[in-house]
């Protein structure tokens, strides 16, 4: 049996290692608005509302505002996320909603992933968590118990209120590009 927990302790540090790793290079794809790094994640909101196709849409061009950068693909579709600056003071999370925009048949579809990146990493570090604390209870620990319990409401308490402050911006990101889209006031790079 401590054979297999410590096992799967250490699948769960290689996997935590990896998924860190994938998680830094979603990020520079993101970054750089690369659209292989917004088809991956778990949705964290999908939007249909009907709605013609607005004017920015149509053009191949790169933008941002004063909160967001933007990537239109000549298929209908745009990415987005918040601009990134060196030095801000701003409340950050890990869950950090990447968008993409999209018309199809008369609807405009916006929709959120959460990084995966970050999602496969908390999740080895729960899974390695648990399984430390699994081997202290193996071994006749009483603390083993308390030391689960804090992991998972550690993880839950940061995922808890990372969603509802990122579906938050999330929101007002989506709307001031539905605005920008609709003006069509590109400034093209």
């Not at 790094?37 to 607005?54: K, N, T, Y």
Request: charged share 20%.
């Amino acid at each position: 049996m401590k054979e297999l927990a410590a096992f799967y302790f250490i699948f769960a540090c290689c996997l935590g290692v990896g998924s860190w790793f994938f998680a830094v290079a979603e990020f520079i794809g993101a970054l750089f608005l690369q659209s292989w790094a917004f088809r991956l994640g778990p949705r964290a909101l999908v939007i249909e509302e009907q709605a013609e196709c607005p004017n920015g849409l149509g053009t191949i061009a790169r933008g941002e505002t004063e909160r967001l950068k933007y990537r239109v693909l000549g298929d209908k579709r745009c990415l987005f996320r918040r601009k990134h600056r060196l030095f801000e003071f701003r409340w950050n999370t890990p869950l950090e909603i990447k968008g993409t925009v999209a018309w199809s048949e008369g609807k405009l579809i916006t929709s959120g992933r959460y990084p995966l990146g970050v999602m496969v990493f908390a999740l080895a570090w729960l899974a390695g968590w648990t399984t430390a604390g699994i081997l202290a209870i193996i071994k006749g620990h009483s603390s083993g118990i308390p030391f689960v319990a804090l992991g998972w409401v550690f993880i839950g308490a940061i995922f808890i209120h990372s969603r509802w402050l990122e579906l938050r911006r999330f929101k007002d990101y989506a709307a001031e590009l539905k605005s920008v889209l609709k003006g069509n006031p590109f400034d093209i790079r």
